[in-house]
């Protein structure tokens, strides 16, 4: 049965850096591509960045160029996403999900979700 | 690349028929059939109910359907039950610098 399973809540001050983590179980994971969505309080889902497992290359969406780093450790089939520069409007759950593919990616499984709030 | 366009809300009765608009551009949605669509409860992560613009994942009930034409994605719910109150978003690949676009979100009333 797959499970994504991510680590817990974070509380944060502004400038700061968080990371979250996701643990992949339940199916081979090198052979889908992770991504990361956030969803700030009340809004809408909005894609950050897609890891390829395999390699370890990562893309990032061009609003968070610079500020975020996803990585992965293939021993224990986790990937992580730190974001930096904190700011209040990054106050958020933060999701990965995982796609069959990266061309026309479409997510199966959901973490359950990382609540990071950035305040002073 | 903006956000695809959702109607804010959408209702109807137990046993009825609805459907949520999500209207795109000839780069997104009119360009490819990678239309996916996901369901969120209140405190929950989504959860994929359709792919490639109709394609159901194993588990997802067949009141569940999908459509495209032109730059409009839609997904039907049919039978309408209560446990279909949630938040409904699109998704699509996009020929842009933002490849992975969501829709802005749909609230599911069930009267």
């Known amino acids: 049965q797959v499970h994504l399973v991510q680590s817990g809540a974070e509380v944060k001050k502004p400038g700061a850096s968080v990371t979250v983590s996701c643990k992949a179980s339940?199916?081979?994971?090198?052979?889908?591509?992770m991504f990361w969505v956030r969803q700030a309080p009340g809004q809408g889902l909005e894609w950050m960045a897609i890891?390829?497992?395999?390699?370890?290359?990562?893309t990032y969406t061009q609003k968070f160029q610079g500020r975020v780093t996803v990585t992965r450790d293939t021993s224990t089939n986790t990937v992580y996403m730190q974001l930096s520069s904190l700011r209040s409007e990054d106050t958020a759950i933060y999701y990965c999900?995982?796609?069959?593919?990266?061309?026309?990616?479409?997510?199966?499984?959901w973490g359950q979700g990382a609540l990071v709030t950035v305040s002073s | 690349q903006s956000a695809l366009t959702q109607p804010a809300s959408v209702s109807g009765s137990p046993g009825q028929s609805i459907t949520i608009s999500c209207t795109g551009t000839?780069?997104?949605?009119?360009?490819?059939?990678?239309v996916s669509w996901y369901q969120q409860q209140p405190g929950k992560a989504p959860k994929l109910m359709i792919y490639?613009?109709?394609d159901r994942p194993s588990g997802v009930s067949n009141r569940f359907s999908g459509s495209k034409s032109g730059n409009t994605a839609s997904l039907t719910i049919s039978g309408l039950q209560a446990e279909d109150e949630a938040d409904y978003y699109c998704?699509?690949?996009?020929?842009?610098?933002?490849?992975?676009?969501f829709g802005t979100g749909t609230r599911v009333t069930v009267l």
């Open positions: 999900a995982r796609s069959p593919r990266r061309l026309g990616a479409y997510f199966d499984y």
């Open positions: 339940g199916y081979a994971f090198t052979t889908y591509f």
């Open positions: 890891l390829n497992p395999r390699d370890g290359n990562a």
């Open positions: 000839s780069t997104d949605v009119g360009h490819y059939n990678y």
């Open positions: 490639y613009v109709s």
């Open positions: 998704s699509s690949y996009a020929f842009s610098s933002t490849p992975y676009v």
